[in-house]
């Protein structure tokens, strides 16, 4: 059973920069295959998501953050990290890291339990 | 790009059943055969219940159920049971995923 958990800061200050790390286990994320992600939700809110990498490197991100967000991937430690620059309050969300399936347009099967990041100073 | 458009709220009595509508345009919803469909209960991380506008996954009762027309996508919940009670909210893709408002699900 694959399992997702986020982990960071709970609280940023205004303009610096969130740092998330999804740890996965019960899986390999080198083994390809799948798409992980990250996605927020604001307080009583819809879903966002923000973008995803392939265990090779490659990311596609939501163009609305595109400017200012970095997701990474360290196979050696079965994680991926999410960094989102320049933050303000409108930042302020549970971030879910999950895993996304499918060839042509994935979608997410396994879901981290999420965080809150609060941006204020 | 701009949220799907879900009804706010819907509400059923046990067994019956209940349908969320989710429209779009034809710039996502009408231009992918692509829907999937989230199941949020309070606290909890969403759950896929759809994917590709009617595939179950593993696990998710057959009371679940996913079509498109044109524009508009819609999930229907069967025999409605009592932890059906949640939010659900669903997802297109227009070169970039975009969700739909969510609706709230009561069983009455």
């Known amino acids: 059973q694959v399992q997702l958990q986020e982990s960071g800061p709970g609280l940023v200050k205004p303009s610096q920069t969130l740092s998330l790390t999804c740890t996965v286990s019960g899986g390999s994320i080198s083994s390809g295959g799948y798409y992980w992600s990250w996605i927020r939700q604001h307080p009583g809110k819809g879903l966002e998501w923000i973008g995803y990498?392939?265990?090779?490197?490659?990311?596609y991100y939501n163009p609305s953050l595109k400017s200012r967000v970095t997701i990474s991937v360290d196979t050696s430690k079965n994680q991926f990290s999410l960094k989102l620059s320049s933050v303000t309050a409108a930042d302020t969300a549970v971030y879910y890291c999950?895993?996304?399936?499918?060839?042509?347009?994935?979608?997410?099967?396994?879901w981290g339990q999420g965080t809150l990041v609060t941006v204020s100073s | 790009q701009s949220a799907l458009t879900q009804p706010r709220s819907v509400s059923g009595s046990p067994g019956q059943s209940v349908t969320i509508s989710c429209t779009g345009t034809?710039?996502?919803?009408?231009?992918?055969?692509?829907v999937s469909w989230y199941q949020q209960h309070p606290g909890k991380a969403p759950k896929l219940m759809i994917y590709d506008v009617s595939k179950r996954p593993s696990g998710v009762p057959d009371r679940f159920s996913g079509s498109k027309s044109g524009n508009t996508a819609s999930l229907t919940i069967s025999g409605l049971q009592a932890e059906d009670e949640a939010d659900y909210y669903c997802c297109s893709f227009a070169g970039s995923y975009v969700f739909g408002t969510g609706t709230k699900v009561t069983v009455l």
């Open positions: 999950a895993r996304g399936f499918g060839v042509v347009i994935p979608s997410f099967d396994y």
């Open positions: 990498i392939y265990y090779s490197g490659s990311t």
């Open positions: 034809s710039s996502d919803v009408g231009g992918y055969h692509y």
